[in-house]
């Protein structure tokens, strides 16, 4: 079986001299644990550890377990695949419920793995970030049109006042078995 490989002449540099490493910045809310893990809570539903000791990413529910959060963490992996940070065929369960695990590929060259990681996972974030702006706004104001509606929202008679008597079933009435005519 032959493989051709078509490189693209605009894409190669002609002159073969080592080129300047291109230099990055990439705002994350990060801590580091005790145990050396890194600990990504810029998320809005899920919590991303990687765990460079274990070679592992690990993704949390932060509070809600419904299908959705499973969706965004099906997006973190598919997108940490396709930037060749894990292995797909690792991604599985983990012992927490709701979690979800894979494992970081060896690199074959002396690259900082936690930082690659690192900087991966905040471009998924950032990647994201418009979509929950999104939900958060759409929540925002359907919150407002909630709790202060417009005058489109009321009825054509207006202001309508509140009866004393409400329903048709007496607050005073007997319910229940009634034991009139029994013999006890």
Avoid: C, W
Wanted: no cysteine; aromatic share 6%.
């Amino acid at each position: 079986m032959t493989v051709s490989i078509t490189i693209n002449p605009d894409d190669v540099d002609a002159s073969n001299e080592p080129q300047e490493p291109v230099r990055t910045s990439l705002n994350a809310k990060a801590r580091k644990g005790l145990d050396g893990r890194i600990i990504v809570s810029d998320h809005p539903d899920i919590d991303i550890v990687i765990m460079v000791d274990k070679m592992k990413v690990v993704s949390f529910a932060k509070e809600s377990m419904d299908d959705s959060i499973y969706a965004t963490q099906s997006r973190l992996f598919d997108y940490l695949y396709r930037k060749g940070i894990i292995s797909q065929e690792s991604v599985k369960g983990g012992n927490v419920y709701s979690s979800l695990e894979a494992t970081i590929l060896p690199p074959n060259t002396k690259i900082p793995i936690g930082e690659t990681v690192l900087f991966a996972v905040g471009k998924f974030i950032e990647e994201e970030r418009p979509q929950f702006m999104y939900e958060a706004a759409v929540e925002d104001q359907e919150e407002d049109r909630l709790l202060e509606p417009d005058v489109e929202d009321s009825t054509e008679f207006g202001e309508v006042p509140h009866s004393t008597k409400k329903g048709s079933i007496s607050p005073n009435a007997r319910r229940g078995v009634h034991t009139q005519g029994i013999g006890v």
